[in-house]
């Protein structure tokens, strides 16, 4: 598997702003090489090296609080917005997250990018995902609980940027899915 550096970015910057940390139990040296250079949004970037940064950034800067990967996604947003101009539909806050839902699978090559599946239903006012990782016990559940809630704060604040108001999130572990659910006024 592969991903795309718009994947990678903003947990890069967060790794160099706190290089004084210790990465040392979840980053491989390896993955110091790509960190140091610079981060191409169309480029492709080692799937493993994803993973190892998304753990890491939870673990080390998170303190293992997946609320904090949930305000991660939120920051992710912006960026996203950014590179990918026609995302953000204004006062159509179920259309912006469906158009990143599908947007996000080209983010990744590989048996990921056809494996990583959803189902995705709206109505007024609400948005339910249903979100399966690709190959959760792979990566372990917590990776793919850590990928979730950051794939939650997208969706929540997404919303936001289109004009919705109270948005809100919930996320539930379903045994093999998750069920990420976006409300709005």
Known sequence: MKVKGTVITDLVKIVRKEKHLNWGDYLMPEDWEVINDDIMASAWYPGELFYRLSYAVFKVVGGSELEICTTFGKFTAHNVAQTYKNLIVPGDPAASMERFIERR????????????????????????????????SVKGEEVASVIAHSVAGVLQELASMTGAEDVSSGLSDKGGFFEINIRWK
Do not use: C, H, I, M
């Open 105 to 136: 699978k080209s983010f990744f090559s590989g048996d990921y990018a056809s494996s990583e599946l959803g189902e995705v239903k709206s109505g007024q006012g609400w948005l339910r995902f249903l979100y399966t990782n690709a190959e959760p």
